[in-house]
């Protein structure tokens, strides 16, 4: 059986990254070694304390964990990783937790996080997020004070003063219909989507309304997922909107269009 294994000894939670790791290679040495599992039967958690109070203790708790979780990567091979995200912004007001969490959630990720214990609903995809909001939170994730500056209480004055976390509240809406039915591809939203297809369907046959602008949606998915801005979550609910409008525009296709009369493929 597989085990998640806390980065806990008998002084509690480690803090720092070389007490995470530390603790880590007690666990795995016990694990491994003396009852025999396989080090890919244990999943670490790096655990972190919130960076919302403040406390000068836990200024750095975001980037000892995400240096922790590199660290075990890199000195305990084949193990893997997982985490609880939402502790990170405990205390903080919801719009900024979604920010925080999302942003932390990004850099762990890159780190070498292997599962996340998240709400989909509580985090967002980055490049919704507006740029200042996400440099801010960076900034508090990797304790970037300075004389005169403290990002933490920059991000919570950013976010009382902002009524909308999304970059999309500064973007123009989508005036073409092409630009709309793409826009809900890319955003996941399928309320409703037949509507816009029976008006493309107008002007243009159900193939070409997939090949041009539906896929050209699922492009853009694919590009903010490699590039880390969109998290697995997101790219499924965009998946489904276009499962959802291929399947609505199928039984206006003709039988050749479905594919009926093309050859076969060998693998």
Same mark, same amino acid.
């Given at each position: 059986?597989?085990?998640?294994? *806390?980065?806990?000894?008998?002084?509690? @939670?480690?803090?720092? #990254?070389?007490?995470?790791?530390?603790?880590?290679?007690?666990?795995?040495?016990?694990?491994?070694?003396?009852?025999?599992?396989?080090?890919?039967? *244990?999943?670490?958690?790096?655990?972190?304390?919130?960076?919302?109070?403040?406390?000068?203790?836990?200024?750095?708790?975001?980037?000892?964990?995400?240096?922790?979780?590199?660290?075990?990567?890199?000195?305990?091979?084949?193990?893997?990783?997982?985490?609880?995200?939402?502790?990170?912004?405990?205390?903080?007001?919801?719009?900024?937790?979604?920010?925080?969490?999302?942003?932390?959630?990004?850099?762990?990720?890159?780190?070498?996080?292997?599962?996340?214990?998240?709400?989909?609903?509580?985090?967002?995809?980055?490049?919704?997020?507006?740029?200042?909001? /996400?440099?801010?939170?960076?900034?508090?994730?990797?304790?970037?004070?300075?004389?005169?500056?403290?990002?933490?209480?920059? *991000?919570?004055?950013?976010?009382?003063?902002?009524?909308?976390?999304?970059?999309?509240?500064? /973007?123009?809406?989508?005036?073409?219909?092409?630009?709309?039915?793409?826009?809900?591809?890319?955003?996941?939203?399928?309320?409703?989507?037949?509507?816009?297809?029976?008006?493309? @369907?107008?002007? /243009?046959?159900?193939?070409?309304?997939?090949?041009?602008?539906?896929?050209?949606?699922? /492009?853009?998915?694919?590009? *903010?997922?490699?590039?880390?801005?969109?998290?697995?979550?997101?790219?499924?609910?965009?998946?489904?909107? @276009?499962?959802?409008?291929? #399947?609505?525009?199928?039984?206006?296709?003709?039988?050749?269009?479905?594919?009926?009369?093309?050859?076969? @493929?060998?693998?």
């Amino acid at each position: 059986a597989a085990l998640v294994a *806390l980065t806990i000894d008998e002084k509690g @939670m480690a803090k720092t #990254r070389d007490d995470k790791l530390r603790v880590a290679k007690r666990i795995h040495d016990l694990a491994v070694q003396k009852f025999g599992l396989r080090p890919q039967d *244990l999943l670490f958690d790096t655990l972190t304390f919130t960076l919302g109070s403040g406390d000068e203790e836990f200024r750095k708790a975001g980037i000892e964990t995400i240096e922790a979780i590199r660290l075990i990567k890199k000195e305990l091979p084949g193990v893997f990783t997982v985490l609880g995200v939402s502790n990170i912004s405990f205390g903080l007001a919801p719009q900024i937790r979604q920010v925080l969490n999302s942003v932390f959630l990004h850099y762990a990720i890159e780190a070498g996080l292997d599962g996340a214990i998240v709400n989909s609903k509580k985090i967002v995809p980055l490049y919704k997020i507006d740029d200042k909001g /996400r440099e801010l939170a960076r900034q508090v994730i990797f304790d970037e004070r300075r004389e005169g500056f403290d990002p933490l209480h920059a *991000l919570m004055a950013h976010y009382q003063e902002a009524s909308e976390i999304s970059a999309h509240a500064k /973007r123009e809406e989508p005036k073409t219909l092409d630009e709309q039915l793409k826009a809900r591809i890319i955003d996941g939203n399928k309320q409703g989507i037949e509507m816009l297809l029976d008006e493309a @369907m107008k002007t /243009r046959g159900p193939l070409d309304i997939i090949n041009t602008v539906l896929l050209d949606g699922m /492009r853009v998915v694919g590009d *903010l997922f490699g590039s880390g801005q969109m998290q697995l979550p997101f790219v499924l609910q965009s998946a489904e909107t @276009m499962k959802a409008a291929v #399947r609505y525009l199928e039984p206006f296709m003709p039988k050749s269009d479905l594919g009926q009369h093309k050859g076969k @493929m060998v693998l």
